[in-house]
Each structure stands twice: as structure tokens, then as C-alpha cells.
């Protein structure tokens, strides 16, 4: 059974960095779709980042575009997420999704076909 496993959430202060990981294991796809969501209580869960795998193709949130960056380490079979210029409005959980059903970078987006595996999630906390 694969899993994936987010690390590197904490608090930090507005205007601060982040970088979370997302280790992946037991999936042995040569491409997937990686997405990064997040969510606060009591409110929909948002997708802000995705990169597909074998090409590298990049989705970002319009929330997020210019400061966050998705990237991959194929080696160590990590997806990372650089959240630079943090905003009090980027704390929520955050989680680290695979999908193997979209078969091109223009397809991986985090929304439209639910994502197959997910990772137990990663607080990130910005204070003002």
C-alpha cells in the first residue's frame, strides 16, 4: 500500500517562508499528478499547487501564484512545496495528493477527479 507523508508545517510570521515535503512510497507510477491542498475549518478545501511528474508541468492557485513554488526530487521521490511571502491567510492544513488517472501535465490541476492517495496533512500557522 503507497503512502504519502507531509513534513516541514510549522508557525512562522507573516511575510516568513516555508518549504513543506511530501514523501512518497509504494507507488510505483512513472507519472503522477502531485497536488498540494489546503484547508481551514469550516471552510472548502482549496487546491493550490500541482506538478505532474514525467514533464514537470506546474498548476498554481491564482492565491498563491508568485509565491509558492511546486517542485520534485524524482530521486527521492519527494514533491516540495516553497511558500515564500506568507500572509496570515495561508495557515490551514495542508495536504499532499497523488492522482494516476491524468495523463498530461494540461490535466493535473487540484480540482475536477478526486485525487486516489493522500497524506495525513501538515499546520501551517502564520501570525500578523
Known amino acids: 500500500q503507497g503512502q504519502l507523508v507531509e513534513s516541514g508545517g510549522g508557525s512562522v510570521q507573516a511575510g516568513g517562508s516555508l518549504t513543506l515535503s511530501c514523501a512518497v512510497s509504494?507507488?510505483?507510477?512513472?507519472?503522477?499528478?502531485m497536488a498540494w491542498f489546503r484547508q481551514v475549518p469550516g471552510k472548502e478545501r482549496e487546491g493550490v499547487a500541482a506538478?505532474?511528474?514525467?514533464?514537470?508541468?506546474?498548476y498554481y492557485a491564482d492565491s498563491v501564484k508568485g509565491r509558492f513554488t511546486v517542485s520534485q526530487d524524482s530521486a527521492k521521490n519527494t514533491v516540495y512545496l516553497q511558500m515564500n511571502s506568507l500572509k496570515p491567510e495561508d495557515t490551514a492544513m495542508y495536504y499532499c495528493a497523488a492522482d494516476f488517472s491524468r495523463t498530461e501535465g494540461a490535466l493535473c490541476e487540484p480540482r475536477g477527479p478526486p485525487f486516489g492517495a493522500w497524506g495525513q496533512g501538515t499546520q501551517v500557522t502564520v501570525s500578523s
Open positions: 506538478i505532474f511528474t514525467r514533464d514537470k508541468f506546474t
Open positions: 509504494g507507488y510505483t507510477y512513472s507519472s503522477k499528478c
